[in-house]
């Protein structure tokens, strides 16, 4: 089918320009794509509603970059990194006119979604052009005077998965018309002020303070001594599981946690378990969101949190209580200024001898209502029989990634990826699916891992060992572990 591609040129105009240092989220993501050499673009392809129209996305763009600065914000090296804030300009959105004919077996919303997935991959893989290009590439595909999918890129070093919750959020503006009420909290070039005073430098020393501490007790490395590992080095696991799903809903109304809490515990006995070093320690993504005034920035805000976990010789419950603690902790300590963080774990890595590994890290992306368990919990019947609907499949493989073990876990599929492999198993799936009202709910897995410490049988058992031991536990609230203590770390 034939494809013919336009642009709509869209003026905006907005406050708060001017010119400062970066934010520590931004420094923080910069030099992550300085040392991995990764662009890190964030944003996907989405099917949109039946009616939606290209006026629509247009306002709605314009809005979006007209209210939030970080959206008119470019980077520009003098000889530092400095963020540009523009008060006024034009961006293009892309459109693709996809031909409609349709001989009644699905071609034309074939067509459709190909020219969607394919204008994702020309968004997604080339780094921005920093200081001249704004941070957001957009295009929909149209069909029959219709949008079918928007596609959508940022760049990392304007916005975080947070600040796309906070445009979401402020689209509610959008429909109840003008006059618009003020964004609240400070933008990103105010935050980076607040950033530099003395306020901001006691603030980053706290959290360093706590990070040191744990740094401290735990042992330097994570994983057993390297192999010569695979070509390309990184590779991807990804896990389906509506069992695990089910497990982390019936833990968590048990314990009175949230889910995130249960999958960390979960993580941590995994990991434990396949590389025999405890404690077990992530990084997580820190939103940084709720911090007083930052609920609303539309910015790259988020930075690493520190959870180390023991899990010997106790039930699983204890376990998520312990979990809870480290995320809790890890969070309040996630704000600091990257060069001082880089600085104390060189200090501390020439102290102990060898290089401390933290290169494990956990992004739960799910949203904070997915988070919650449901009612009613489900029964030891349902739990057992979405055992049997657990996919698991290798995907894509890299040379370079920014991680040893890196868990990405969403409660779909990750927009920004291709589409996946159509195994037996997934295609039974879908068609058991089909039949359904709504799709099952599953906790979707996405594993990156270092062949070099990881082979690949290594990584399929630590996803494996996730599931085991939370349904495990769903279904004995005095399920153990199955670690030995360690006698190198105390709670």
Not at 439 to 448: D, G, K, R, S, T
Request: one cysteine or more; proline letters at 8%.
């Amino acid at each position: 089918m034939g494809v013919v591609r336009s642009t709509v040129a869209i003026g905006f105009q907005g406050e708060g320009g001017g010119v400062g240092e970066l934010t520590w989220g931004q420094q923080e993501i910069w030099h992550t794509i300085q040392r991995t050499g990764r662009t890190l673009n964030i944003g996907g392809a989405l099917p949109m509603p039946p009616g939606t129209s290209v006026e629509r996305i247009t306002r709605m763009l314009r809005f979006w970059i007209s209210r939030h600065p970080g959206l008119r914000t470019r980077i520009c090296f003098m000889p530092e990194p400095r963020q540009v804030v523009a008060e006024s300009g034009e961006i293009a959105l892309h459109v693709l006119d996809v031909d409609d004919a349709d001989d009644g077996n699905g071609a034309g919303a074939a067509a459709a979604a190909a020219a969607a997935e394919a204008l994702r991959v020309e968004f997604e893989a080339p780094a921005f052009d920093y200081p001249n290009e704004w941070p957001v590439r957009m295009g929909v595909v149209r069909q029959a005077g219709e949008v079918t999918h928007m596609v959508v890129q940022y760049c990392h070093l304007a916005v975080d998965g947070g600040g796309i919750d906070a445009m979401v959020r402020d689209l509610a503006h959008l429909e109840a018309g003008a006059p618009y009420p003020p964004v609240p909290g400070p933008s990103p070039l105010e935050l980076a002020r607040i950033q530099a005073t003395a306020a901001g430098r006691r603030a980053s020393d706290k959290s360093l303070r706590y990070w040191e501490g744990l740094l401290r007790r735990i042992p330097t490395q994570r994983f057993p001594a390297p192999g010569e590992g695979l070509e390309p080095r990184f590779w991807e696991l990804c896990c389906y599981s509506p069992a695990l799903h089910l497990a982390l809903q019936r833990i968590a109304a048990r314990t009175e946690t949230n889910t995130t809490h249960v999958l960390l515990a979960a993580y941590a006995v995994a990991l434990a378990r396949v590389t025999g070093i405890q404690p077990s320690v992530a990084q997580t993504v820190v939103s940084n969101r709720f911090r007083p005034g930052l609920g609303d920035l539309v910015g790259q805000i988020s930075q690493p949190g520190l959870c180390v976990v023991e899990v010997g010789d106790v039930p699983f419950d204890e376990v998520v209580g312990r979990a809870w603690k480290a995320v809790t902790a890890g969070a309040l300590h996630g704000y600091f200024h990257p060069a001082a963080h880089r600085a104390m774990l060189d200090r501390l890595s020439q102290e102990r001898g060898e290089r401390i590994d933290v290169s494990c890290f956990v992004n739960d992306r799910r949203r904070d209502a997915e988070l919650e368990p449901g009612a009613p919990p489900p029964t030891d019947d349902e739990l057992r029989a979405a055992l049997a609907r657990t996919t698991l499949h290798w995907d894509r493989k890299q040379p370079v990634f920014d991680a040893t073990l890196f868990l990405q876990v969403d409660s779909g599929p990750d927009l920004n990826a291709p589409p996946r492999p159509t195994s037996e198993e997934q295609t039974s799936e879908r068609s058991e699916q089909s039949e359904r009202s709504e799709p099952e709910p599953a906790v979707f897995l996405a594993v990156w891992a270092d062949t070099r410490h990881l082979a690949p049988p290594q990584v399929e058992r630590f996803v494996r060992a996730m599931e085991e031991i939370a349904v495990q536990a769903a279904l004995d609230p005095l399920a153990a572990t199955g670690v030995r203590q360690s006698a190198d770390f105390a709670s």
